[in-house]
């Protein structure tokens, strides 16, 4: 089997199991829209700051609703021993890598598109500089899902994981809410020129972790 | 005849505690190898060991020809494990799990289905394995197993859980595999069935292997 489909093989078994469990549609996006409607409630709509931090308060939503797609990806390996039984079929570790990350990256994409409406309804914001909001918003999902992946195996093997993973993931996924969130912001000022510079930290930012995490996925994926 | 596996003075350790303790192992290809022993003898690390999920700490070791101080990874492909998990995805139904496990080890599709008719799973392919009784989990990892089509089986207490007909087609399965000229090790508490099945004994006691029985 080539490693196009081991990627196939590895990404459709994750997400057949996503719909078929229904956590992201009956868990994570509800978890989603609750936090969007705490930071509606906590920041009172009639002083209009809410259209203004709309970014920072979207991409904090799809970061803490990452974590538990992110962990579920792992807890699902966990289960009677299927972890073992995905080493044992002697799959490449990168494979297995990008295969789990496009899954992620998936869901995350449909996380984003649905939060993405219910804060311009919610937070009355005015779209513009659609391309840019696109880009930002592919660059940043692929970042997440590769720094994701390759932090979650990391976790997965640990006792704890479930209070470990967000704490070593958020700090390394600061800079992707810090460039999503001024690209976002610029995009929806209507001022796309300078959004372009964080688009290209994202960009980079996912494919460092991309590299990083194609190289180190299969030892980890071992050893914790 | 083939060596399959080699392994001397190999330990292993769970934590900081041996499972296995300078264990010398040689095994030609071919047959039926019972492991024998009481709990925590060290049997299961033994299997995982050969399975290349656990490493060696210290001593060296072979199997398929694979060295697994240097690589524990090439070899799985040719070999599979049934453990005490089922290595299964509860929200994949049975044919999907089996159809799952066969591709990823590089098998086609088709065994995944020749294996669930075999073990008598036909009638809960569409089942999921969140909603399969005990016995039924069993004869999935079994199936997983045999469409993986090894050369080395490694079978943990693979009777555990099956009823009368289960066993039966299960011994009934390890008969057929012996007479391809394939390696199993059994490492079982079923002393009289797997006996019978059997060319060759050891006991596994305090993490090292005696050989007590050559046919």
């Known amino acids: 089997m080539n490693a196009f489909s081991e990627i196939k093989l590895i990404a459709g078994k994750d997400l057949r199991i996503e719909m078929r469990s229904r956590i992201l549609l009956s868990q994570v996006l509800p978890f989603g829209a609750i936090v969007v409607l705490l930071f509606a409630f906590a920041l009172d709509p009639d002083r209009g700051i809410l259209a203004r931090v709309a970014p920072g308060l979207f991409w904090i939503t799809v970061l803490l609703a990452a974590l538990l797609a992110i962990g579920r990806a792992f807890s699902i390996e966990q289960q009677h021993g299927a972890r073992d039984g995905l080493r044992l079929a002697g799959l490449d570790g990168s494979s297995v890598f990008i295969g789990k990350a496009i899954a992620i990256a998936v869901q995350l994409a449909i996380l984003e598109a649905v939060l993405g409406l219910t804060v311009v309804v919610l937070y009355g914001v005015e779209v513009h500089g659609v391309v840019v909001l696109l880009a930002t918003a592919s660059a940043a999902t692929i970042g997440l899902a590769a720094a994701g992946t390759l932090y979650g195996v990391l976790a997965a093997g640990l006792r704890a994981r479930e209070t470990l993973l967000p704490l070593l993931l958020l700090p390394v996924l600061a800079p992707v809410m810090l460039g999503a969130t001024r690209a976002f912001e610029d995009g929806l000022e209507g001022v796309p020129g300078n959004a372009w510079p964080w688009v290209a930290l994202l960009t980079v930012f996912a494919l460092l972790y991309t590299g990083v995490g194609m190289l180190a996925f299969g030892p980890l994926w071992e050893d914790t | ?215």
Do not use: W
């Open chain 2, 1 to 215: 005849m083939p060596n399959v596996l080699k392994l001397r003075e190999a330990v292993c350790l769970l934590g900081r505690f041996p499972a296995l303790a300078g264990l010398d192992l040689d095994l030609d290809a071919g047959g039926i190898t019972l492991l024998s022993g009481p709990n925590g003898a060290g049997k299961t690390t033994l299997l995982r060991l050969l399975a290349g999920l656990v490493p060696l700490h210290s001593g060296t070791g072979s199997v398929l020809g694979f060295d697994l101080n240097t690589d524990r990874v090439s070899h799985r492909r040719r070999l599979a494990l049934v453990g005490h998990d089922t290595f299964c995805y509860d929200d994949l139904t049975v044919r999907e799990n089996l159809i799952f496990s066969a591709k990823a080890s590089g098998r086609k599709a088709a065994i995944g289905e020749s294996t669930m008719e075999r073990l008598g799973l036909s009638h809960v392919a569409g089942v999921l394995h969140s909603r399969l009784s005990a016995g039924q989990r069993r004869r999935l990892a079994l199936a997983a197993a045999f469409g993986r089509d090894p050369e080395l089986l490694l079978l943990d207490e693979p009777h555990a859980g099956l009823d009368a007909e289960g066993r039966e087609i299960l011994d009934e399965i390890l008969r057929e595999t012996d007479a391809t000229g394939r390696t199993v090790i059994i490492a079982s508490h079923e002393l009289e069935r797997t006996r019978a099945l059997s060319n060759r004994e050891f006991s596994i006691r305090g993490g090292r292997a005696y050989l007590i029985e050559q046919a």
